[in-house]
T-cell receptor
Framework: ETGVTQTPRHLVMGMTNKKSLKCEQH?????MYWYKQSAKKPLELMFV???????ENNSVPSRFSPECPNSSHLFLHLHTLQPEDSALYLC?????????????FGQGTRLTVV | GQQLNQSPQSMFIQEGEDVSMNCTSS?????WLWYKQDPGEGPVLLIA?????ELTSNGRLTAQFGITRKDSFLNISASIPSDVGIYFC?????????FGQGTRLTINP
């Protein structure tokens, strides 16, 4: 248990569905992140939020829509995904955005798009 | 963009053996980090290195920040079954954190 909780752990969705991934941390951290982890590829940073404000979007397609209502919660809204979007989606948090390397990761949501 | 070359991609060893893996880059980094990811879990930070030449240990794990600032290695001594997993390096430059592709460690008892 790292203090970062992700739900659901597993998700299967059709290409026309809309779903949301949830991430919660009660570590008092100010920065939160979404990463995509695909087989045999390095971790890919998708979004960075610092003090609830999005500070980084690494050219992520608009079918992925993040939301950060407060410093403890982060969502990733999914719609009209493609099969190649199937991956493990990891949420992480760190005290400050410049300490990204020291982030605590959640267990991830294993997403399968069918 | 910046890329890390992590090797080996996989290792199959006997329990009790020592393990060594490394990451190299064509870019200079200010910080090197090593993580471990167990099956079904997110990565966990093992060791962080902040200074060229720095050698840091965490139990049976030892990591070094290369003097050129373009490489780092991780050693595990006297491996045990719970060392199984995927080990990732990461380098942080002026801005971005870049991850290696991982080394999958399998241990035969």
């Amino acid at each position: 248990e790292t203090g970062v909780t992700q739900t659901p752990r597993h998700l299967v969705m059709g290409m026309t569905n809309k779903k949301s991934l949830k991430c919660e941390q009660h570590l008092g951290h100010n920065a939160m992140y979404w990463y995509k982890q695909s087989a045999k590829k390095p971790l890919e940073l998708m979004f960075v939020y610092n003090f609830k404000e999005q500070t980084e979007n690494n050219s992520v397609p608009s079918r992925f829509s993040p939301e950060c209502p407060n410093s403890s919660h982060l969502f990733l809204h999914l719609h009209t995904l493609q099969p190649e979007d199937s991956a493990l989606y990891l949420c992480a948090s760190s005290q400050e955005a410049w300490r990204q390397g020291e982030a605590f990761f959640g267990q991830g949501t294993r997403l399968t798009v069918v | 963009g910046q890329q890390l070359n992590q090797s080996p991609q996989s290792m199959f060893i006997q329990e009790g053996e020592d393990v060594s893996m490394n990451c190299t880059s064509s870019s200079i980094f200010n910080t090197w980090l090593w993580y471990k990811q167990d099956p079904g879990e997110g990565p966990v930070l093992l060791i962080a290195l902040y200074k060229a030449g720095e050698l840091t240990s965490n139990g049976r794990l030892t990591a070094q920040f290369g003097i050129t600032r373009k490489d780092s290695f991780l050693n595990i001594s006297a491996s045990i079954p719970s060392d199984v997993g995927i080990y990732f390096c990461a380098g942080q430059g002026a801005q971005k954190l870049v991850f290696g592709q991982g080394t999958r460690l399998t241990i035969n008892p």
